[in-house]
Every structure is written in C-alpha cells, then in structure tokens.
Nanobody
C-alpha cells in the first residue's frame, strides 16, 4: 500500500521557520519525484517545490526561492521541506505528492500525472 505521510506543520510567527517531512512507503522511492504543494482557502493548489529522488534535482516556485529548501534522505524514504523566513501568505495546507515524472530546475509535472500519489496534508499557519 502506497503511503505518503506529512508532518511538521504548525503555527509560527512571520519570519520563523518550520521543517516539513514526507515519509513515503509502498513504492520504489528512488524512481519517483516527490513534491510539495499547498492550497490556501479560496485559492488554487500551488506547486511549491519538487525533487527528483534519483538525482536530487530540485525545483522551486518563484514565490519560495531563497526561503525554502527541499532535500531527500533516500535511506529513510523521506523528503523534507525546510521553510525559512515564513510569511503570512505561506499559510496553507501543504501536501506531499509523488509520481514517476522527470523534474528539472524549471518544471515539476507531478500534479499533471494521472498516477500521482498524494498525502493527507499538514496545516501551516503563519501569523503576522
């Protein structure tokens, strides 16, 4: 059974930091790209960051470049999203997703995959 379990969300003040974790199981981790997506109330889902588990190629949305860092621990089948300098506009439910798609510095097509796996999400709230 495929599982993606997010953790690490919470309430933080603007300027603070959080680290999200996505623990994966039930598929060959190295063959997949893992990504973080977020959705705020009344807004469309947004791709935040992705990483190719095979070669570590990262992708970042412009809105988080320089503030967020994605990393992968293949021994633990876990992807992390270190979020620094958080802003109130980062408030959203953050979802982890996985798909067998190529990731580049400019493109992360996980959400377009019909075979993507999704986690249940973790709430991140940034207070001003």
């Amino acid at each position: 059974e495929v599982q993606l379990v997010e953790s690490g969300g919470g309430l933080v003040q603007a300027g603070g930091s959080l680290r999200l974790s996505c623990a994966a199981s039930g598929f060959t981790f190295d063959d997949y790209a893992i990504g973080w997506f977020r959705q705020a109330p009344g807004k469309e889902r947004e791709g935040v960051s992705c990483i190719s588990s095979g070669d570590g190629t990262p992708y970042y949305a412009d809105s988080v470049k320089g503030r967020f860092t994605i990393s992968s621990d293949n021994a633990k089948n876990t992807v992390y999203l270190q979020m620094n300098s958080l802003k109130p506009e980062d408030t959203a439910v953050y979802y982890c997703a996985a798909a067998r798609v190529p990731v580049s510095y400019y493109r992360c097509p996980i959400a377009r995959s019909h075979n993507a796996y999704w986690g249940q999400g973790t709430q991140v709230t940034v207070s001003s």
